[in-house]
Every structure is written in structure tokens, then in C-alpha cells.
């Protein structure tokens, strides 16, 4: 592979607007009592506060990690790049070392990567930050990415065969990430899902739904069988990856039931126990929310799922599709420290539970239920999407829940619901840098419904829609384009891109799926199946095609987990290979001048990273506009544990 030299672009900033309607400017107000409250904190030297974004006041809670310095080889040496961390200094440099001998002339200033041209793929890295002109200790050693790609080891678990006679095997699946052990390295929580899963729609038995705990050099840490009374496909099993409790080590959360089997071996409730009915669904018995020890897989407290199934059919239908339709989530609720959204529902009732994870043991936060006599009639009611969103839309400093076409405060309550029922992909993010606060982007599975929706998701506004037309599948939001302001839209029943006014721009992409940052500069790259595009006035270039792996999920073609994982601020693609016996992940070899703090210290990325497994998976978004034209990127108000 040869290496890419960036061809450098300017980067105009955006063109003035006339004055926003009142619904942004009431946004404007609250965006700068923010700034003013951090401005404060500053002062106080309690806090950062970054060029081009205001910030809540309360520091978050965020993991410790280390540098996560990665080596990329190419055919003229190696890239290497590594975090700048929310808890950096803002002038901090650094120096990278070969084998304990400084490649670089001078200290790294302008970017968080060094290519050292002529390395060989062997050549072993550190990283060493200065801070106030005094050199600190090395970094953890680099991954190694001798090949483009880093392969860790799995190993698939032993197939069977159903009560009528199906035999299945094992695939990978989604993936989330973690710091399982407290070494400031992420480790993988991976799911194995059976060939013969199933969608909710479908009869028939599936197999059981696996979750291992998986160091990068393929150490396995332990493995959860969820057993027969957790049926297997998209729908079911929605796992949370977090350091709840602010103790150094994540925490994996997941719904349960009897006979799972913990990753100590111990089972959960009956290990006799048996719920499915003839066609395979499981509509009775008890329902579990059980929380895992990161380190071990144990399972440290079980407590009843909320809310339970009750009556089958008052979730849409009496054969067991709607009933079993789970979304799960990571929100700061009060601001600073990290709570559990647990959720059932969104094609009629619809169920919302958040959670804290304390001192070893849940406390339910709040309740939000579709059917309680403070939301009846007001026109909650079957407005959820396959996937969910969090961020602060109302600029309080606290997270609130966007699902599908209606949102919750951060305190339980509704806020807001536009009516326009569900939709299968929906996308949150500071999409037009004209505007304080953020955007919301969504489509419609319904033939009655609008087709695409641009919302203000401090109030549920619309501020733009398409007709109905279809089911309307797909929708991605992202500016992959830099001959525009701010964020493209389309989806897979438009034939363009979008603006943020809705007025169309350029030709519709090749594809309408997942988003990269891949390459140099801070327009984002389409990613879908195995490989990675860049967007074209005429026609889209292939930068990246996996080698040996597949994609997730049919027809979805979603890889196993997408984010900003090691090295800078770029983003790595991770895939299984086809025989399942290796996750195989990439990360970008292309140099690049910009210097952003690494998104997993912006929580509104971190906590997306988090609910990308979630149903129908969906890319995540940082809380300030990341794009063509940007200002400097925020520096994150964050404290570690």
C-alpha cells in the first residue's frame, strides 16, 4: 500500500445568516448563560473551556485512558498518532520515539501524528507528552499496525441444534468498547449472535446469544451465555459498555432471564427453566436487568427488568413482535456522571428506565411511560425509532433522550413530540455551525408520514420536511461535502444531498449507511459494507476495501464497531473475518495537520460510541460541529475517576 499524501484545502468559514427565528435564539440565550457559568469556573481554574463552543459548567466523568498510541505501515514507513486526552493541558507537545530515540525534529505541536518515513512495519513506537517544556515519561508501547490492520484473535463458540432439529453456528457481531481491567487501554465486548437469529417478525427457534470480554491481543477475559429465555437477533439484546460507577473499570449492563450464565459460571434464576413457545418467542417467565463486572463477568446485581411485558398484545400485536422491542443507552443525566437508559418499545407503547450504578447496586432514577396518566394523549405514543440519540438539546448541561420522534428531559418528563411517528435511523449532532446548540435528522417508515424531518431538538420544531412517499429506510446526516455549509442530509428516497435549509446541493452518495473520518482533513468519509468512500461532486473514491472480513447485520452492512478507538481523532473501522476467528480493525494511514482532543472524551461522542449496537446501529456524533470551515474544535470540561 502506498502511502497517501493530503493535498491541503482551504477551509473557508461559513457565510453569514440572517438572524435566527425565535426558537434558535432562545437556544442562542441559553448557550451563553452556559459560557458565562464556565467562563466563571475558568477563572476559578476549575475547568477548561475550549475556542468555538461553549460548555456546561459541570465537569463529566470520563474514563482514564492512556495515549493509545497506534503504528500504521505503510509502503513509505509509519504513521503514528496518538490521543490528545480531555485532561491534557491546551499547549501540551509531544515528542515520538523509536526503540528509545526521538524521530522528530521538534516537538508535535500542530497535530496529535507523525509520519516517520522509511520505518519498517517492525519498528516499535512511544510517545512522550512536554508539558510547560518539561518532558513527561513514555507512553505505552504502539499498536502494531504492520499491515494496515490490526487482527485480534477470537474464538467463535461451539454451535448446535434447536428443539425442531436446526442446526447453527456462530458468527461476530457487534462489538462495544471498554476499559474492562483499569489499564487505561480499551478492551472489546463482543456479541456472538447464532446463524440462525432471528428479526422479531420471524418465528422459529434461534439459538443462544453469547458476549465475550476480549483484550486487544485476543486474551479472553470471560464469556456470557444469556441462555435459552433471551431469544437472538437485533431487537433482543442491546449491551451497554460504561464505567457506571466511576471506578476505573466499565461495567457491562444487559437484559437477562433464567438460565443465563454469568461469566464466573454462576447461573441466574433456574437453570431448568424453559419460556419459548412453539414458535420460538419467549413470552413469559421473569425478565432481568443484570449488571457484569468488567474484570470477571460476573454478575454483581440482578434486579427485575423494567418495565415487564405485561400483556403482550398492549405493545401492538398478540404474537410477540412489538413486545420485544429493546433499546438501550448511557446518558449524564445530572450532568456529570453516567446513567443506564433501559427501554421497551416505540411502535405503540413505549417504556423508558433509567438507572444508576452505585456502590455495587441499581437505583431507578425515573420512569417514563407512554401509558401513565401524565402522558396519555398528548401524543407519545408509538413516535420511537429502531436506534435512539442523547445529548444535551436544551443546553442545561444535562443529557436528554431523543427516541425517534419525540424526546425526554433529563428528569423523566416529556419534552417535546412532533407526531410524526417512527422511523428506522435518526442522527443528533451540531450538523449546522451557523447555529448554537444541536440539529436532529430523521426519517420515516411510514407511507403517512414525512418522508425526512429537520428538527430543532431543543423544542421538536420542524423546521423542514419532505412528503411522504414510502418506507423511507435509511437516513445519514454528516458533512461529507465541503463545497457546503455544515452537514449533508439524504436518505435512501432522496436523490440528493441536502442543506440545512432542505434545499438540495450535490447528487446523492453511493451509499446510505454508516460515516467515517478517515482520511486528512475533517470532512467525513462514507462507510458501508466492508469499505470506506470519499464524497465527489461527480462520483465517490474508494479509499479503503477490508481484506477478508464482512459486514453485520444483512442488510444493514454495518461493521462491528465504528469510532475514534486508538490514535488521534480519527476514526477505526473494526470487522470480523470471514471464517470468525479474528476481529480485524483498521485505522487511518493518512497524516493529518488537524489537532482535536480525542472524541472519546466528548461524551455525547463517548455515549453514542456506546449505543452504536443499539437495534438498528447508527454512527455517533460529537457535541460541537466537526466538518469543513470548523472553528478550533472545544476543549472538554472533564475530570477521570
Not at 417467565?285 to 403482550?312: C, H, I, K
Not at 455551525?433 to 420515516?444: I, M, Q, R, T
Not at 464497531?561 to 471464517?579: A, C, K, M, N, Q
Not at 452504536?612 to 475530570?639: D, K
Request: charged share 20%; with cysteine; hydrophobic share 30%.
Amino acid at each position: 500500500m502506498q502511502h497517501p499524501h493530503p493535498h491541503p484545502r482551504s477551509h473557508p468559514h461559513p457565510l453569514p445568516h440572517a438572524d435566527p427565528p425565535p426558537h434558535r435564539r432562545r437556544r442562542l440565550r441559553v448557550v451563553l448563560l452556559a459560557l458565562a457559568a464556565t467562563t466563571a469556573l475558568v477563572g476559578a481554574g476549575l475547568t477548561t473551556l475550549g475556542a468555538g463552543t461553549a460548555q456546561a459548567a459541570t465537569a463529566r466523568q470520563v474514563e482514564a485512558l492512556d495515549r493509545g498510541v497506534v503504528s500504521v505501515h505503510t509502503d513509505s514507513g509509519n504513521l503514528v498518532s496518538w490521543r490528545w486526552l480531555g485532561t491534557d493541558p491546551d499547549g501540551v507537545s509531544f515528542n515520538v520515539y523509536r526503540a528509545g530515540t526521538k524521530v522528530n525534529p521538534a516537538p508535535v505541536t500542530g497535530s496529535t501524528n507523525y509520519f516517520h518515513s522509511g520505518g519498517p512495519a517492525q519498528a516499535d513506537y512511544t510517545v512522550r507528552a512536554i508539558v510547560n517544556g518539561v518532558e513527561q515519561a513514555d507512553s505505552v508501547h504502539a499498536i502494531q499496525f504492520r499491515t494496515g490492520y490490526k487482527d485480534v484473535p477470537i474464538t467463535p463458540p461451539a454451535g448446535g441444534t434447536t428443539p425442531d432439529g436446526v442446526a447453527y453456528t456462530y458468527e461476530a457481531n457487534d462489538a462495544s468498547v471498554g476499559d474492562l481491567d483499569g489499564d487505561g487501554a480499551l478492551d472489546i465486548v463482543l456479541k456472538w449472535q447464532p446463524t440462525n437469529a432471528k428479526d422479531n417478525s420471524q418465528s422459529g427457534y434461534t439459538g443462544n446469544t453469547i458476549v465475550d470480554g476480549v483484550k486487544l491481543d485476543g486474551t479472553r477475559l470471560w464469556r456470557v451465555d444469556l441462555g435459552r429465555n433471551i431469544r437472538s437477533g437485533a431487537h433482543y439484546t442491546q449491551f451497554q459498555v460504561y464505567d457506571y460507577d466511576g471506578d476505573g473499570k466499565a461495567e457491562i449492563a444487559m437484559k437477562t432471564a433464567d438460565g443465563t450464565v454469568d461469566g464466573a459460571g454462576t447461573v441466574i434464576g433456574s437453570s431448568s427453566a424453559d419460556y419459548r413457545n412453539s414458535s420460538g418467542y419467549v413470552l413469559s417467565g421473569p425478565e432481568y436487568l443484570t449488571m457484569f463486572n468488567g474484570q470477571s463477568g460476573r454478575a454483581m446485581q440482578s434486579v427485575d427488568y423494567v418495565p415487564a411485558r405485561g400483556t403482550v398484545s398492549s405493545w401492538g400485536d398478540s404474537y410477540g413482535n412489538r413486545v420485544d422491542r429493546f433499546l438501550a443507552g448511557t446518558a449524564y443525566l445530572d450532568g456529570s456522571r453516567p446513567s443506564l437508559i433501559m427501554a421497551r418499545g416505540y411502535y405503540t407503547r413505549t417504556v423508558i428506565a433509567a438507572w444508576d450504578w452505585r456502590g455495587g447496586a441499581f437505583t431507578r432514577r425515573w420512569t417514563f411511560d407512554t401509558s401513565s396518566s401524565t402522558n396519555t394523549g398528548k401524543g407519545y405514543d408509538g413516535q420511537g425509532s429502531h436506534s435512539l440519540s442523547v445529548g444535551d438539546v436544551d443546553g442545561d448541561g444535562k443529557d436528554e433522550i431523543v427516541y425517534g420522534a419525540m424526546a425526554v428531559d433529563d428528569n423523566g418528563n416529556g419534552l417535546w413530540t412532533t407526531r410524526t411517528g417512527h422511523g428506522d435511523a435518526q442522527h443528533l449532532g451540531d450538523l449546522d455551525p451557523s447555529h448554537a446548540g444541536l440539529e436532529y435528522f430523521k426519517v420515516s417508515e411510514s407511507t403517512g408520514q414525512p418522508a425526512e424531518l429537520y428538527i430543532d431538538p431543543a423544542n421538536g420544531t420542524v423546521d423542514w420536511k419532505l412528503a411522504a412517499c414510502c418506507d423511507n429506510g435509511r437516513g445519514v446526516a454528516g458533512d461529507i461535502w465541503a463545497g457546503n455549509d455544515g452537514a449533508e442530509v439524504w436518505s435512501a428516497s432522496d436523490t440528493s444531498i441536502r442543506d440545512e435549509a432542505g434545499a438540495t446541493k450535490g447528487r446523492e452518495p453511493s451509499s446510505v449507511n454508516f460515516l467515517s473520518w478517515w482520511d486528512a482533513d475533517p470532512v467525513r468519509e462514507l462507510l458501508d459494507g466492508t469499505h470506506i468512500d470519499k464524497y465527489g461532486t461527480s462520483s465517490d473514491t474508494r479509499l479503503l476495501t477490508g481484506s477478508g472480513v464482512h459486514s453485520n447485520n444483512s442488510t444493514k452492512a454495518t461493521p462491528s464497531l465504528s469510532g475514534d478507538i486508538f490514535g488521534d481523532w480519527r476514526e477505526e473501522v473494526v470487522w470480523p473475518t470471514g471464517d470468525n476467528t479474528a476481529l480485524r480493525i483498521y485505522s487511518t494511514p493518512y497524516e493529518t495537520t488537524t489537532r482535536i482532543t480525542t472524541l472519546l472524551h466528548d461524551t455525547m461522542y463517548r455515549t453514542g460510541l456506546a449505543w452504536q449496537n443499539t437495534a438498528y446501529n447508527q454512527p455517533p456524533h460529537p457535541s460541537y460541529f466537526l466538518g469543513n470551515g470548523m472553528p478550533t474544535a472545544p476543549r472538554p470540561a472533564v475530570y477521570t475517576p
